[in-house]
T-cell receptor, first 116, second 115 residues
Framework: AQSVAQPEDQVNVAEGNPLTVKCTYSVSGNPYLFWYVQYPNRGLQFLLKYITGDNLVKGSYGFEAEFNKSQTSFHLKKPSALVSDSALYFCAVRDPYQTGANNLFFGTGTRLTVIP | DAGVIQSPRHEVTEMGQEVTLRCKPISGHNSLFWYRQTMMRGLELLIY????????DSGMPEDRFSAKMPNASFSTLKIQPSEPRDSAVYFC?????????????FGEGSWLTVV
């Protein structure tokens, strides 16, 4: 079975400070991992993904995430937060060894608030 | 390139009425997903299709919900009869099929309120 956990419902950070949104996963094999962002009254927008290769993945809007196999984590990071980064962030996982299934399993989301 | 297109964006209907939500996936994508988002349950997968064929509908709440994909460029999610607890945001999403690393792209959602 595959699952993903986002341990923090809410993260607050001051503008200009670095931000981290945490995600841990559970899959039977090597995972495919994704981050999405949802702004108010909008759909989910793809930020970045890890499939293979370099553990540090860079994505849209200056975000990056680091795949850590030993800790089964894929935390989202940004060096300097902007007020416009305030949104709901979702981590998602797919088990590539589950034949025929290309669905993603989403976490419960973390609401990021960047304080001016 | 146009993204996933959903209609209507907003719908308010009375309990017992039929609701039909529509989706046009990204051209060339052959996997289509319907999700529901509520405060209580978060993001739930209702059903998904590969090459117009339903693959997993285990998330469909009950017989009042049905989904079809008559061709590669169109899908519907129907609720009949609707109930207040169906009030939610319904997202359609699509991806290419054939590689597990493919990204799923979401539409802007259909905001449904059943009164």
């Amino acid at each position: 079975a595959q699952s993903v956990a986002q341990p923090e419902d809410q993260v607050n950070v001051a503008e200009g400070n670095p931000l981290t949104v945490k995600c841990t996963y559970s899959v039977s094999g090597n995972p495919y991992l994704f981050w999405y962002v949802q702004y108010p009254n909008r759909g989910l927008q793809f930020l970045l993904k890890y499939i293979t290769g370099d553990n540090l993945v860079k994505g849209s809007y200056g975000f990056e995430a680091e795949f850590n196999k030993s800790q089964t984590s894929f935390h989202l990071k940004k060096p300097s937060a902007l007020v416009s980064d305030s949104a709901l962030y979702f981590c998602a996982v797919r088990d590539p060894y589950q034949t025929g299934a290309n669905n993603l399993f989403f976490g419960t989301g973390t609401r990021l608030t960047v304080i001016p | 390139d146009a993204g996933v297109i959903q209609s209507p964006r907003h719908e308010v209907t009375e309990m017992g009425q039929e609701v039909t939500l529509r989706c046009k996936p990204i051209s060339g994508h052959n996997s289509l997903f319907w999700y529901r988002q509520t405060m209580m349950r978060g993001l739930e997968l209702l059903i998904y299709f590969n090459n117009n064929v339903p693959i997993d509908d285990s998330g469909m709440p009950e017989d009042r919900f049905s989904a079809k994909m008559p061709n590669a460029s169109f899908s519907t999610l129907k609720i009949q009869p609707s109930e207040p607890r169906d009030s939610a945001v319904y997202f359609c999403a699509s991806s290419a099929y054939g590689g597990s690393g493919n990204t799923i792209y979401f539409g802007e959602g259909s905001w449904l309120t059943v009164v």
